[in-house]
Nanobody, 114 residues
Framework: VQLQASGGGLVQPGRSLRLSCVASGSIFSINVMGWYRQAPGKQRELVAHIASVGVTYYADSVKGRFAIGRDNAKNTVHLQMNSLKPEDTAVYYC?????????WGQGTLVTVSS
């Protein structure tokens, strides 16, 4: 399984950014795809995830600002990030969990700064 993330960049506070991730390889119909992030000097944390049946989870810090969605037919997951704050600055990693195995993308840097 390979995960390819895209969409990171530099954005001003209050603006929006959309991350995308495409999974390829042996993808099973039942899985959970999501996004984690790791800020400098901090541990990697879960931002949001979405199950193949559509159930979602959001970290408290992003509730109401971020929205996760997926296209099962294309094995893609998106993260729409609105009202971005400087504390959202981090490397964002795409993740896929299936059959007790976890797969990671290469990470994409999001920098929120004026």
């Amino acid at each position: 399984v390979q995960l390819q993330a895209s969409g990171g960049g530099l954005v001003q506070p209050g603006r929006s950014l959309r991350l995308s991730c495409v999974a390829s390889g042996s993808i099973f119909s039942i899985n959970v795809m999501g996004w984690y992030r790791q800020a400098p000097g901090k541990q990697r944390e879960l931002v949001a995830h979405i199950a193949s049946v559509g159930v979602t989870y959001y970290a408290d810090s992003v509730k109401g600002r971020f929205a996760i969605g997926r296209d099962n037919a294309k094995n893609t997951v998106h993260l729409q990030m609105n009202s971005l704050k400087p504390e959202d600055t981090a490397v964002y990693y795409c993740n896929l969990n299936q059959r007790s195995r976890s797969y990671w993308g290469q990470g994409t840097l999001v920098t929120v700064s004026s």
